[in-house]
């Protein structure tokens, strides 16, 4: 399948009504909604947000909004960009119920259409596997920095333990992908990476100071979050943020 088939199937995938209320109930109201996981993800989040003058952010394949909320708690001026109508429509009607104030665009994250040199930070989390050219997608983002600006990948690295594995698998009720969307996603080259290998992508855009952040808290927090909700199905992969800065102005 070229490029554009590819995302058109996604993208019918992720304007399904059922999928976009599985991704509110899963992270808005499930992980982010239990309160030492939320705390938990603010401090890391804080962490890998710490620089100066990070002011203006913009996160891809937001979703539902669930990481630009934070940046938005945080008081920058923040963006989030998908290209699902309907995954920006929950995203608006709960920054609204929390009082944030949020733009949301639809578009590629792929290509966005957003001014060179005009973010102080990009984010993104579980966005890249979904992509038929993350490394393109990677190397507009990094344009978008300014010299300085800070990118912020959040991920996660499936588990290979099989009850791990059982727990960790929560299908949105009510939809069941057809065989042309499991076909398009086995032709996805980032379906399964990890950071070490994302650490590589990153370096070859031209990030320096690539780090990773402690998710010792966020680990913690679903440890709890399990013991005390174990019919909920906590994430049973391994969490990661790397961050990478924008240092030359000829990316």
């Keep these: 399948m070229q490029p554009d088939q590819l995302k058109a199937i996604f993208r019918q995938g992720w304007m399904n009504s059922h999928v976009v209320d599985h991704r509110v109930q899963r992270f808005i109201k499930g992980e982010f909604g239990f309160e030492p996981s939320r705390n938990a993800w603010k401090k890391v989040l804080a962490e890998a947000a710490s620089g100066e003058n990070i002011h203006r952010a913009v996160d891809m394949g937001t979703g539902p909004g669930t990481i630009a909320q934070f940046w938005a708690e945080m008081g920058m001026e923040t963006t989030g960009v998908d290209f699902s109508a309907t995954m920006l429509d929950a995203a608006k009607t709960v920054a609204a119920q929390q009082k944030l104030d949020i733009s949301f665009m639809e578009a590629d994250v792929e290509a966005p259409p957003l001014?060179?040199?005009?973010?102080?930070?990009?984010?993104?989390?579980?966005?890249?596997?979904?992509?038929?050219?993350?490394?393109?997608?990677?190397?507009?983002?990094?344009?978008?920095?300014?010299?300085?600006?800070?990118?912020?990948?959040?991920?996660?690295?499936?588990?290979?333990?099989?009850?791990?594995?059982?727990?960790?698998?929560?299908?949105?009720?009510?939809?069941?992908?057809?065989?042309?969307?499991?076909?398009?996603?086995?032709?996805?080259?980032?379906?399964?990476?990890?950071?070490?290998?994302?650490?590589?992508?990153?370096?070859?855009?031209?990030?320096?100071?690539?780090?990773?952040?402690?998710m010792d808290a966020v680990m913690s927090s679903r440890w709890e979050h399990e013991k005390q909700e174990p019919a909920y199905g906590v994430l049973q992969g391994t969490p990661y943020i790397l961050v990478g800065q924008r240092a030359d102005e000829k990316l």
């Design 115 to 214: 001014p060179t040199g005009s973010f102080d930070l990009v984010s993104s989390r579980a966005v890249l596997f979904t992509l038929p050219h993350p490394g393109y997608a990677l190397a507009r983002w990094a344009q978008l920095l300014r010299p300085g600006g800070l990118m912020v990948l959040i991920g996660e690295i499936s588990p290979t333990d099989p009850e791990k594995q059982k727990r960790a698998y929560r299908p949105a009720e009510g939809w069941q992908p057809d065989a042309e969307y499991r076909e398009a996603m086995k032709q996805l080259p980032f379906r399964e990476h990890t950071d070490q290998m994302l650490r590589v992508v990153m370096e070859a855009v031209g990030l320096k100071d690539i780090r990773s952040i402690s």
